[in-house]
């Protein structure tokens, strides 16, 4: 008979237990190697958000991104992509987007570059954490231009260059960018080159000067010129080469790719421009603000042709609030510029009813108008680059053609309004007897050119109400007059007491 041979049970647990604990030793390697990989920050961020940022930059443009950046933080975004296609514009807005994003805090904010952020597009992009890019999208060219002496534009010298290097020096270095490399986007003399620490192998992109001011600048071999920086261009690179050149943190495909970058717990809310966006657009372009110019005078004429309906007077102030609340929203205008047009409204109110005939508080009056309209299309006081100066004759351009046109409105509203049936029932007239002395006027009576010989102190009698101006009979014939300032009414004596520049002013004579 074989004798059976029995495994003791004590062993059969152990193998049991050994074979175990490898099985799950291998499942846990396949899966971290079957792992994606992960590209960039993930599963920190629990908000993201995307603001659409394209075309110049300028007022509008910065304040735009304000109030989408302060409503992307209001919701709790934590992590904020600025979708960039912009060719550049104003530098100060730009600086002040760039320190605007460079100084946030609890946030993180990426520059997504699809097609190109070149001149402030590219400074704006260097104040933020990160900076993706399409392979075949650009940044750079950050040249700048200014108004000569001689009215010509040219690039900017040292002395207007200098600050503007240092700021997006700055910018690169606080976000692990050569800070050369950004310098050179500038200056279109700095030249970069590949430079390898020959004892630690680190890399950097320096220039001479750089490298020659290190402390063991020997152990630093200057390898290949950036060909991008060579001397008389700006350093303008695509994707593909900011990543190369560590000023891009990596490159995508489209805006989806780079949210696969990120693992957000949450949706993404993107930002875009809205109606509020679109008013204040339409709002300020050219057109708009001269047809608000000639809207608000309109209203103001036919106020003071038909005083107490207020029509003309609301007229006037909601075009005046429009022009204002679009200066505000856009970025270009401050309490300055609305004081300016207070005081103009202040003189022009003193030149009518206090001090009518002198003409100085008038003209001042006008003066401020103007000036401050000027001035709250704008964020500068003297243009110092073309696109300022285009701007300031564009503003005068503007407010010279809304003036050519109101005076024909004014001459046919002064000639015509009376007879235009609607409006002629808005125009207040004066009842008993002044409505029969008025009446009383043969509508064919013409009237003496106030260039007409009138002697100072002749005695006269109304034929209107004098609000201060109006029509009067002096020496037989029919004129036009202004009074001191006082109203004065119909059938009332009245004296000469001034001529010149073209009017005949009178006051009530009691004799």
Request: proline content about 3%.
């Amino acid at each position: 008979m074989r004798r059976r041979h029995s495994v003791p049970q004590s062993r059969l647990r152990q193998f049991s237990l050994g074979a175990l604990l490898l099985a799950i030793f291998a499942s846990l390697l396949l899966a971290q190697e079957a792992a994606p990989e992960v590209i960039g920050p993930q599963s920190k961020f629990q908000k993201a958000a995307v603001i659409q940022f394209n075309g110049s930059i300028d007022g509008w443009t910065k304040a735009y991104v304000e109030r989408k950046l302060a409503a992307a933080r209001q919701a709790g975004a934590d992590l904020i992509v600025f979708e960039i296609d912009s060719p550049g514009g104003y530098l100060q807005e730009s600086l002040d987007i760039a320190n605007k994003l460079n100084s946030l805090s609890g946030v993180h904010t990426v520059a997504f570059i699809p097609r190109e952020a070149l001149s402030g597009a590219a400074l704006v992009s260097l104040g933020c954490d990160e900076i993706i890019m399409r392979p075949t999208a650009r940044l750079g060219d950050v040249g700048v231009i200014f108004l000569d002496q001689d009215f010509m534009f040219r690039h900017a010298p040292e002395k207007i260059r200098s600050p503007l290097v240092t700021e997006m020096r700055v910018l690169a270095a606080e976000h692990k960018r050569p800070p050369a490399l950004a310098e050179a986007m500038v200056d279109m003399d700095s030249e970069v080159f590949h430079y390898v620490n020959e004892r630690t192998n680190a890399e950097e992109y320096l220039t001479e000067k750089e490298a020659s001011s290190k402390a063991d600048s020997a152990d630093w071999e200057k390898r290949e010129l950036v060909l991008e920086s060579k001397k008389g261009s700006f350093l303008t690179v695509s994707g593909e080469r900011a990543k190369a050149l560590t000023l891009a943190e990596g490159t995508v495909a489209n805006l989806d790719e780079l949210k696969a970058r990120y693992n957000v717990a949450g949706k993404w809310k993107t930002y875009d421009i809205d109606n509020i966006d679109r008013a204040v657009y339409i709002l300020t372009l050219w057109w708009v603000t001269g047809l608000l110019f000639v809207l608000g005078l309109v209203g103001v004429l036919y106020e003071c042709c038909a005083p107490g309906t207020c029509i003309g007077g609301l007229l006037a102030l909601t075009c005046a609030s429009l022009f204002f609340w679009s200066r505000f929203l856009s970025g270009t205008s401050g309490w300055l510029e609305v004081i300016l047009f207070g005081l103009g409204l202040v003189f022009l109110a003193i030149e009518l009813f206090v001090l009518p005939g002198f003409g100085v508080s008038g003209v001042a009056g006008l003066l401020l108008l103007g000036v401050s309209v000027v001035l709250a299309s704008q964020r500068f006081i003297i243009p110092e680059t073309a696109a300022d100066l285009t701007i300031t004759i564009g503003s005068i351009a503007t407010l010279m053609a809304a003036g050519f046109i109101f005076a024909g409105i004014a001459y046919a509203m002064t000639s015509y309004l009376g007879r235009i049936p609607l409006l002629s029932q808005l125009i207040l007239t004066p009842g008993g007897a002044m409505a029969d002395a008025t009446e009383s006027i043969d509508a064919t009576d013409t009237v003496v050119p106030a260039a007409k010989k009138v002697a100072v102190g002749a005695i006269g009698r109304t034929t209107t109400i004098l609000r201060p101006s109006g029509r009067a009979i002096i020496d037989g014939e029919r004129v036009d007059v202004v009074s001191t300032g006082d109203v004065i009414g119909v059938n009332v004596d009245v004296r000469v007491v001034e001529i010149g520049y073209g009017r005949i002013v009178v006051e009530e004579y009691v004799g």
